[in-house]
């Protein structure tokens, strides 16, 4: 009886210390975002937003990639992209950056996200009718499908197996370009936010939510009208907050934000939530002012494409002057470098395409690794802007039957891609294996007679180190690195 009572007892203690062991972590905080494009993530990933990520900020892979390879389901660190393989820049990357700073060190940051670009409020709706896609464009039906069609189903399902690792703290939600001028926007949102409580659990109205505004008017939003109803959210709903999108800079189209929008954009989002918190004056790495932007020069050892070889009429009929870079190509017109034997540029990390003037009619720069021009190539909008450097490795094709790595090693021809109307002002076009935004900070590090304050990226936070409150990292000041501990 006494070894009976014994093994009762052990086994008692062994079932409580592996219920502990399986408790979620109080520690672990996770935030449940959802949206469309500009959750999706629309910016093109530079080379800074892959660099020291912190571990302590995670993501949950809410659909099986290829590349970066992430599992379904499975938690992985924070490195862009956060959505889908071929999504851009979010503000989920900078919001878990910042949160993760101003909170202690024992605490980690997870979010577990769903978007699709165009998609409505009522896609996101627990009673989304699946059936309702026919009459939907191909590309929107392939966003959905990554979800089986059904979002909500997802995002509650990789929400519980998150409960199992921490707590839900918070939901982001980035959505309505696509129901603009929708007086009952805010009651649908509100029932995507009591369904996602009840469904997981949580008690009603227990935790907050913050919606993103749209492009601002003032930046040419086409859908800035929005706002009204977005920055009214809190007045109807306490637990509600909105999220200011002022003087955040556009790409060029109206709808989404630029690179250096979405970090400042996801900055905001976690100001708001740390305020929630009762952190009022939290470290932000972002702000209003524009980054720093490189001038990249091509260095001993990199593939430079000649404009010798330059060719105007790959698709119509365009005109192409070497001698200033200005390329003139017809509707729809492709031009660039095309080669018959296929060239290998794997053994660079990085492709450099500038123009010599901010781009004012949507032209793509465009990779091949394909013989057919007609098959579908790696793209890059400019966007409004002139540089585009991106990384071989990470270049991707968006293919009907899916996301496809780029094959760097079997390049056929690498060019612009125009709609014909106006002139391209074409500066260089360059492989190589030196981050150019690197290499730009090196060239800031000569400025010795500059006595402001540097971020690693270009951005000033001090106008001098006397008067600086700088958390630890590398900083650059009067053409010298220093090393705050």
Not at 201 to 212: D, K, M, V, W, Y
Not at 410 to 418: A, E
Not at 434 to 449: C, H, I, L, S, W
Not at 460 to 480: C, D, Q
Request: hydrophobic residues 40%; charged residues 20%; negative net charge.
């Amino acid at each position: 009886m006494k070894l009976i009572k014994k093994l009762l007892c052990s086994a008692a203690a062994i079932a409580s210390t592996i219920s502990m062991l399986a408790a979620p972590d109080p520690n672990f905080h996770i935030y449940l975002c959802l949206g469309q494009s500009n959750m999706e993530g629309n910016a093109q990933i530079e080379p800074l937003d892959r660099q020291n990520v912190p571990e302590r900020f995670q993501m949950m892979a809410c659909v099986d990639f290829n590349n970066p390879k992430r599992t379904q389901g499975e938690w992985y660190v924070a490195a862009p992209p956060l959505v889908r393989e071929y999504t851009g820049l979010t503000p989920m990357d900078y919001f878990g950056r910042t949160m993760v700073d101003n909170l202690p060190e024992d605490v980690r940051v997870g979010v577990v996200a769903v978007a699709i670009g165009g998609c409505k409020i009522e896609h996101l709706d627990k009673n989304f009718d699946s059936k309702t896609l026919a009459g939907e464009a191909d590309w929107f039906k392939n966003f959905m499908a990554s979800y089986d069609n059904a979002p909500y189903d997802r995002l509650v399902q990789c929400a519980k197996k998150a409960q199992n690792d921490g707590v839900i703290k918070g939901i982001l939600l980035h959505q309505g370009e696509s129901n603009t001028g929708d007086p009952q926007w805010w009651n649908k949102v509100h029932k995507v936010y009591d369904d996602l409580l009840s469904d997981l659990g949580l008690e009603a109205n227990s935790i907050p939510l913050f919606a993103g505004e749209v492009v601002t008017s003032e930046q040419g939003g086409v859908c800035g009208s929005m706002n009204a109803i977005i920055s009214n959210v809190p007045k109807d709903f306490p637990m509600a907050h909105a999220v200011s999108a002022a003087n955040l800079p556009q790409k060029g189209d109206g709808l989404h934000f630029t690179a250096h929008g979405y970090r400042v954009l996801g900055c905001r989002y976690a100001t708001e939530m740390l305020a929630t918190m009762g952190i009022t004056d939290p470290k932000v790495a972002y702000s209003e002012e524009i980054p720093f932007v490189p001038t990249p020069q091509p260095a001993e050892g990199d593939f430079v494409f000649d404009f010798k070889y330059f060719d105007p009429t790959i698709f119509a009929d365009g005109t192409f002057d070497p001698a200033t870079g200005v390329f003139k190509g017809g509707q729809w017109g492709f031009g660039g470098w095309e080669y018959t034997k296929p060239i290998d540029l794997s053994g660079y990390k990085y492709l450099v395409a500038e123009l010599n003037d901010d781009d004012k009619d949507h032209v793509e720069f465009r990779v091949f690794d394909t013989a057919s021009y007609w098959e579908i190539p790696y793209s890059s909008a400019f966007n409004g802007g002139k540089l585009i450097v991106a990384e071989l490795n990470g270049m991707m094709k968006n293919l009907p039957t899916g996301i496809e790595p780029l094959n760097t090693a079997n390049v056929h021809r690498v060019g612009f891609w125009c709609h014909g109307q106006n002139p391209t002002y074409i500066k260089q076009v360059f492989a190589t294996n030196n981050n150019p935004y690197e290499t730009g900070v090196k060239t800031m590090a000569d400025r010795a007679d500059d006595n402001a304050v540097y971020d690693m990226t270009g951005v000033k936070v001090a106008e001098n180190l006397l008067s600086a409150n700088l958390y630890p990292g590398i900083y650059l000041s009067g053409g010298r690195k220093i090393a705050i501990k």
